[in-house]
């Protein structure tokens, strides 16, 4: 009897195929554990997971996921460089973005304030330099002219150069020193206040530009010794800001609309207005109450333009006068189109000349409270030392820089603290120049960030230098910006956890304590945002060439190195200066200039 066979014609047209079969399964597995060592164990996993994230960054990364898995990776160090953003948004900035704010309320000029998108709505990535761009012009020469590939924007040079304010001239921009008030310049028109106003022998020493155009006026107070911080918004006049910082005078993007400014109380000796056009006796007359609540007693108040002495604005120029009445500032002069100004040093005066109905804050109001505070329709009462920070009581600059003012007190043991914080700045000043070779006090510094300036230490230590620091005091930080300007500099108050209100490329050195603090809550202790995205930002901020300090602990900075390689910083860890108490360590970094490649167009 034969056998029976089972095996298929198939099979028996090819008997080896089982047996190739399971060989070739065999190969896949051993082959998945050999990728397997080589990514946990070898050089190989780090590019590979480095390739994975340009991956990432090259998608959506608004899409929050990807974008925590992204961050992740930074911090981790397996991501070697962040990309560029698009070529279009070389002048971005976050906060004031024309497609977002245009949906929003005109009411008070709403729309044209600070709205800022979450993180998680942003992509990361890096903001890049327009083609042509170079190193900026140094102070003093930037002042009058700056690189016109820099900043390709003509419409002002077209529309105001014949009121002096800027024009184009081969490859550059030159700036005459004029406005729409002062077409012949600022100097004759600073020399015209001087008739009526202290400008010289330090009595004045921190003034407010609203609406300051390329800010000009500013610009040449410097001269006096009087440092101007000059706001405009984001319009028409597209980058009048990012012009001014281009030129080395102090600026800020700000409009003046729903909320208060963020200044502390009594912070400006001088107020400014050439034809800024802010409506000062609209809606209750709360411009002109919020202009009160920053001007110091004894302070003046410029405005030249419309209404004052206007064709068919009588009744505006009416009303302007009776807010000053009402309030008790006297009428030094009415010259042409130019009234001034000043504060009274003593008590409100409310109660005797109240002919608008206008009443004082109430008790509670902080009135040196000013991030995202909506405006008064009240007048604003300064604490208990109003005397004390008043302009001609307060001392002259530059005395003033380095004797601890009144508003110190305000923290425990404030006269002792700002004693050895100021010794302490001038020992850390002295090092940075003469150990770590910081460009601070060469040419190549003008503009300087303090983020986390407390009494201002640092600024106040390079007074000496040609350079201003905007010193940024954190709103969840105590309030120490009043002793800021007390000392006679100036600065804003932020929240780190969102972009800054300047344009990309303004800052020659940005300096910075204690990093992750800016973005801690004080009250959980957890960090509120990452510290990626606080340095993308820095990076936005900052101008090719420029450099950042951080100071820190050494566990801390070493987290700060590895994102530093991925925003493409040259950076490097230093010991701090012998003489000082603490484990801090000084990362110092150089951000070099890239330009895009075709393939990022």
């Known amino acids: 009897m034969g056998h029976i066979n089972l095996t298929s014609p198939k099979q028996r047209n090819n008997p080896t195929r089982k047996w190739q079969l399971l ?47 992204l961050i992740a990776l930074v911090e981790a160090g397996k991501h070697p460089q962040i990309e560029s953003c698009p070529a279009d948004t070389v002048d971005y900035m976050p906060c004031e973005d024309p497609t ?13 304030e600070r709205h800022c998108p979450s993180p998680d709505e942003t992509s990361l990535c890096l903001i890049p330099a327009p083609q042509g761009y170079h190193v900026p012009i140094q102070w003093p020469e930037s002042l009058h002219k700056i690189w016109h590939e820099n900043m390709p924007y003509n419409k002002i040079a077209d529309r105001k150069g014949h009121q002096g304010w800027m024009k184009k001239d081969g490859p550059y921009f030159i700036f005459p020193g004029g406005g729409t008030m002062f077409p012949d310049g600022a100097t004759q028109y600073i020399a015209k206040l001087k008739q009526y106003i202290p400008i010289s022998g330090g009595v004045l020493r921190t003034a407010l ?20 911080l000059s706001f405009a918004p984001r319009d028409s006049h597209k980058s009048q800001i990012q012009f001014a910082l281009e030129r080395g005078i102090p600026a800020f993007v700000l409009m003046l609309g729903t909320r208060r400014l963020p200044f502390p109380a009594a912070s400006f000796d001088l107020m400014h207005c050439s034809r800024c056009l802010i409506p000062f006796t609209a809606y209750n007359a709360t411009y002109f109450l919020e202009v009160d ?58 109660q005797n000349q109240n002919e608008l109905g206008l009443e004082s804050c109430d008790e509670s109001d902080d009135p040196s409270s000013a991030w995202y505070v909506k405006l008064k329709k009240c007048v604003s009462q300064t604490t208990v030392i109003r005397e004390e920070i008043a302009v001609g009581t307060i001392p002259k600059w530059p005395q003033r820089l380095k004797q601890a003012p009144s508003r110190a007190t305000l923290i425990k ?32 510094v003008r503009n300087v960030m303090d983020m986390n300036a407390f009494f201002g230490g640092f600024a106040a230590g390079l007074t000496s230098d040609p350079l ?28 780190w956890c969102e972009p800054f209100s300047s344009y990309p490329r303004t800052y020659d050195f940005i300096h910075v304590v204690a990093i992750e603090s800016l ?13 990626v995205d606080v340095m993308v930002e820095m990076d936005r901020l900052l101008r090719p060439q420029g450099s ?54």
């Open 519 to 531: 973005i801690k809550d004080p009250v959980t202790g957890k960090n509120r945002c990452n510290l």
């Open 100 to 112: 977002r704010n245009s949906q929003l309320s005109r009411e008070m000029n709403f729309y044209r």
């Open 23 to 69: 060989d070739f399964v065999s190969m896949v597995f051993f082959a998945v554990v050999i990728l397997f060592f080589l990514l946990i164990f070898t050089p190989l996993g780090d590019s590979l997971a480095a390739s994975g994230s340009q991956a990432l960054i090259r998608s959506n990364t608004a899409d929050p996921k990807q974008r925590h898995r």
């Open 209 to 228: 530009d609203m609406g300051c155009g390329v800010a000009s006026f500013g610009g040449h107070l410097l001269e006096e010794g009087i440092l101007t």
């Open 413 to 444: 043991n404030g006269y002792d603290i700002f004693e050895a914080d100021t010794r302490r700045w001038e020992r850390r000043i002295f090092y940075y120049k003469n150990s770590l070779n910081l460009k601070i006090g060469t040419p190549a």
């Open 548 to 601: 950042v300090v951080i100071r820190d602990s050494p566990e801390l900075l070493t987290k700060i190195n590895r994102i530093a390689d991925s925003v493409r910083w040259k950076s490097i860890i230093h010991n701090k200066e012998p003489e000082s108490q603490g484990r801090d360590r000084i990362l110092v970094a150089t951000k070099p200039l890239w330009t895009l490649t075709s393939s990022s167009h």
């Open 468 to 495: 201003w620091v905007m010193n940024v005091v954190a709103d969840k930080k105590p309030s120490t910006l009043g002793v800021i300007y007390d000392r006679g500099l100036i600065g804003v108050y932020h929240d």
């Open 293 to 350: 609540r920053l001007l110091r007693p004894g302070g003046y108040l410029v405005i030249s333009g419309p209404p004052v002495q206007w064709p068919k604005q009588d009744k505006e120029w009416a009303d302007l006068q009776a807010v000053a009445r009402a309030l008790c500032y006297e009428l030094i002069v009415v010259d042409g189109n130019t009234v001034i100004w000043k504060k009274p040093i003593g008590d409100s005066c409310l």
